[in-house]
Structures are given as C-alpha cells and as structure tokens.
C-alpha cells in the first residue's frame, strides 16, 4: 500500500537541519576583542550586535526594524475617518438641499436657512444635524451611515472583532454593545477590587460576548493586557494629534451610533484600564507625514504596532538591567521582520548559550565573565594554527602537529626493554616472530615479547623558555598588541600540548615588568605609560631560568622600542627618554649575566627605529643573541619559528 507525503515550509523557529551553530568563528571573534583588551562581557555583547556569518546581529535587526518603523510613517496620516466624514456629510447635505429645492413651501425655506446656520467645524455639523427631520430619505441614509461608521470605528479601535460581530449595524447591535461595555465595565470593577468570584464572572463574560474578542484570552488577566494594549494605542493616536483634531474626534464620538452612552462607556473603559494597566505607554505620540489616510482603527493598529516596535527595539537593544536574549518577543519579532530574523534571534540566543553550557566563558568570583581555560586553549589552537600555515608557506618549516618530546627517528632499532616509550618498528617485530617460530616450531607464541622492536629518536633536551613581550603604550598605538598576544597564544599552546616538558613563562614589560599566565596576557588592556623596562624583564626571565637548572635556557624578546627604564635596588622604575647610559648598562649587564647560563637569546625588533636598531645590536653582539626583524602580521610565525629552531639544535 503506496503512503503519501506532504512537504511544507517549516514554521517551528530554527530549521532543525541547518547546520549547527559555529562555535569556533564566535570564540575567534570574542578573543579578538577581548585582545583588543575589551571584557569577555562586552566581547560577547559587541558579537551578539554584530552577528555572524551565518545570523544579522541585533544592530541589523534593529536597523530594519527602525527603517519598517520610519516607512510606516511616511506612508500614511491620521485624518482618514475625519476625511471621510466631511465626505459623507457633504453628500448628506447635498442631497437635503436638492431635495429642498424642488419644494416651494416655506417649510422648505426654513430647513435651507437651517442647513445655512451650521456651525463651521465637521463635528459641529454632525451635532446639530443628529436632531435634523431630513427630507430626503438618501441623505437620512448617508447621515445615518456617519453615525454607524463613527461607532463602527471607536469600537474597532478597542475591540478586535467588532466587524466580524457586526456585518450590519442594527439597533438590536448597538443595545447588544452597550450591554457588552457594561458588563465589562462591571467585570474589571470586581477585578480592581478582588472579589473571589471573578474567575465565575470572567466565564460568564466571555460566554454571552466572546464574540467581540477573537484572541480568546483564558482569564481576565489577558483580556485586560489585550485591551489595555488597544486602549493605550489609541490614547497615543489622540496624543499624535493638534488640538483641533483631537477636539472635533472627541465631539464626534459622542455620534458613534447615534447613542451618546456609547462613547460614555468607552471613556469609562479606558479610565479603568489605565488604572489597571498604568505600566502601558500612555502619553507616547508619534509623527505619521504620509499621503495614504488611515481611519481611526486602522491609525490604532498602527499606533499598536508602533508600539510593538518600540519594545522590539529595546528586547534587541539589550540595555536594560538583566537583560536577556530570551526576552525577545519572537512571534512579535516574525509580524514585523519575517521569519528569517526569528531565525537569526534563535541562532544568537543558541550561540550565547552554547558558549556558557560548554564551559568557553566563566563566571569570576566577582560576578564578571572570563575566558575559560577551555576557551583559551581553542583560541591557541586558532591562533597556532595560522602561524603554521605561515610557517609553510613562507619558510618551509615541518609539520608542527608531528613534533613531539620523543624526537625524529634515527632510523636504526633496538630490542624493547621495559619503560621504553618510542614507537615500535613494525616490520622488524613480525620478522624476529617469523624467524623465532621457525626455529622453535609452530606451537611457540605467534609474537613474544623478545621480538618486539623499537624505533630509535633523537634525545631532545628539555627547554626553560621566557617570552618577554613589550606592554608599552607604543604597541597598542602601532598596532601591534593584538599580534603580540596571538603570537604568546601559539607559542603558549605549542609548549602545553606538543613540548610539555618546557617550562614556559610569560613576562610582560612596561614601566614595570610582571609575570602573567596566557589568560592574564590576553585580557590585559593597553594602558598609556611611559617605559620599556627591559631590565626588570630580564631580571625575571633570569629567575625562571635558574627555577630549571637542569632546562636548555631559552629567552625571546618582542620590542619596538629601546629601554628606557630600569629598576632600582629599592624596587622603583626609574624612566627617562632619550635613554639614560645607566639603563642601557644595567639592561646589557643582565644581558651578561644570562649569558653566562647559556642562554640562547632572541630579539624580535618590531619597527625601524634607528636607536633600536643600534641597541638590538649591540645587545645581540654582547649575548651571542640572534635579531630578527619580522613585520607584525609575520611574528606568530618568526617567534614560533625561532624556538622550534632550537629545539632541532643539539
């Protein structure tokens, strides 16, 4: 039996086949402001605003929502149900006037002089006309069909379903209205204040006039949101209009249906609901300059969504204390911008909540959010990434993945004895268990362990090394703090997960110099200050190296500047430009003095300065150290490069 199937559109949020969320291109971005020396919070922020490949941020979206928001003012104006009044009672009149004109009794000439003495303004007219005895019957049916749309349109402006509940406005329709108010009135009276039967009285309601509301709200809480909603729209629509407008729109409600109780009961229903709902935007106003008239229920709706608009706005804004992804209105945000931006939202909302479900961002003791070492690791991992990639292309340098504390193979075996840890020779174990079993017949062991085999490597010396990165202000200026800490983050992922038996420090230098961890590097802001101690960075890169006697001492230098600071033996930095002779003596004495270690010394000059171009020199001439002058985009790659070159050194 042959089963058919039926393909749609999908309508539940986020396509449940699209791929998931790229975690990695949004860590990569947040570590890239958080190098720039923005906080994790405002990194992550500043990623929600802008988005993603795959998803518009919150600034987009809330650039189309702005730009829906302006054409809908543009488009329209306020003056349709007013426009269309004077259109009708100009055609009332007309036809009284015609048919006054083919009578010639004094009656008739009274009734001309009566229509004369209207007063100036529409809803003057409408006013005086509610009592007129009209003799001609289409101009009773054109003034009667004012009276009907007026009711129609200040009820359509509170209640939804009022032109579906009443298709043609009868006498029994309007009694049927008023008593729909009155009861209302009377249910949310009881509701203010908190009688035990309201639930009893909210069922009653909605089984007798249900019909008036097609939103169907559960309990009277929702009925009250809904209309306390249409309400206040239409109270900003009144606050959008000059005095006379609003003058003329309130006098002619007194005509809607022709039953001044009407409008009575409206004005007591908005009073009830502004005190229930006082959270609602009730003095709000807004510009409509279009060409297209709205009535007064299309301008409400409008006013409506207008509103909706606004806290669309704010939802996507995100200023407000606590707030959240979550309190988008994604119904609201699909009615105004489709349902591709609920898509994007929910993408959003599921790479913020990824990044802290999977450990990437932490919460500090004092509340604020950090990188998580798990995060730190994936931004190495980035980060080493692309200078092997410089690496070769530019210098042809080996395969970093396979470098391990192992060593290369030498290419020669041996037996394997307990506690080996090299690779075992594959080819040269099943020979020795062929030739084994050979001789001692087919019922010995298939492979023992006499015939296991290794393959020998080279010895690799273990490493003590010092990254000494300048901090001065001239590095943010030039552009170089964000390479500077990609660089750290390759080399600091290199060490942890290819060299492990390193010992690796990190010793960033200023005015003062301190040691740092590979988070504290990456989340250090640029701060203005005078001075590149190179002294006090030695001075502890000397202290780690001495930590690990028995480590092949390893320091690497990145400068764009010259010292000009050192530290006294009470503890003080003393700085001066151009540089003292005592700085550059006691600098090149520590220079000396690691020297003396063994320390193999690499400076990686960033700019063209001609002083320290002489001093990198002379410090190179003094220590036996190696200069490289790399341009920014290329010292991940010349760093990461100089310390596998000496790890291939014997």
Partial sequence: MSRRFRYNA????????????DLRAALDQIGRDVMEGASPRSALEELLRTGTRDASGLDDLTRRLWQRRSELQRRHRL?????????????????????????????????????????????????????YDWRSQDARETFEEIQQM????????????????????????????????????????????????????????????GEFFPENPRNVDELIDALAARSA????????????????????????????RIAQALQRLDQQLQQLRPGEDWSGRARFRGNQPMGLAEATAAMAELGEMDQLAEQLGQSYPGASLADIDLEALERQLGPQAVVDAQRLSEIERQLREQGLLQRAPDGSLRLSPRAMRRLGETALRSVVSQLRSRRGERD???????????????????GDSEPWDASRTVRNAVLR??????????????????????????????????????????????????????????????????????????????????????????????????????????????????????VLVVTDGEPTAHLEPDG??????????????????????????????????????????AFVDLLARRGGGRVLAPSADGLGAAVVGDYLRTKRRR
């Fill in 437 to 554: 079993r050979a001789a001692e017949g087919p019922e010995s062991p298939q492979l023992d362990i006499a015939d296991l085999e290794v393959a020998e490597t080279e010895q690799r010396s273990r490493a003590a090394v010092v990254l000494c990165v300048d901090t001065s202000w001239s590095m943010v200026q030039d552009g170089r703090w964000v390479p500077m800490k990609r660089t750290a983050l390759a080399l600091h992922h290199l060490v942890s997960t290819r060299y492990r038996s390193d010992a690796l420090q990190l010793v960033t230098f200023g005015r003062y110099a301190s040691t740092v961890d590979v988070a504290g590097l990456a989340a250090l802001e640029g701060v203005w200050e005078q001075g590149t101690n190179l002294h006090h960075a030695l001075l502890l890169a000397g202290r780690h190296l001495r930590r690990n006697p028995d480590a092949k001492p390893v």
């Fill in 10 to 21: 999908w309508h539940g949020g986020a396509d449940p086949l699209e791929p998931p969320v």
């Fill in 400 to 418: 970093t993945d396979r470098a391990g504390a192992a060593g290369e193979l030498t290419g020669t075996t041996r037996q394997w004895s307990y």
């Fill in 572 to 613: 003080e930095a003393v700085f001066q430009y151009p540089p003292d002779p005592h700085t550059l003596a006691v600098t090149l004495s520590e220079v000396d003095s690691l020297a003396r270690l063994g320390t193999t010394l690499s400076v990686f000059m960033l700019g063209e300065d001609p002083r320290l171009a």
């Fill in 79 to 131: 003056d349709g149900t007013m426009s269309e009044v004077r259109r009708l009672l100009d055609r009332a009149l007309e036809q009284e006037r015609l048919a006054l004109a083919a009578d010639t009794g004094e009656d008739a000439r009274f009734r001309e002089l009566q229509l004369d003495a209207l007063p100036p303004d529409v809803a003057g007219q409408v006013a005086e006309l509610a009592n």
């Fill in 233 to 260: 729209a239409a109270q900003r629509l009144l606050n959008s209009m000059n005095a006379q407008q609003r003058d003329e729109l309130m006098a002619l409600s007194q005509q809607a249906f022709g039953d001044p």
């Fill in 150 to 209: 007026l009711g129609t349109e200040f009820l359509e402006q509170r209640f939804q379903g009022v032109k579906q509940a009443m298709e043609q406005v009868t006498p029994e329709d309007v009694e049927r209205v008023r008593e729909m108010l009155d009861d209302l009135s009377s249910l949310l009276a009881a509701h203010a204040r908190g009688d035990d039967d309201v639930p009893q009285k909210f069922d009653e309601f909605m089984a007798r006039h």
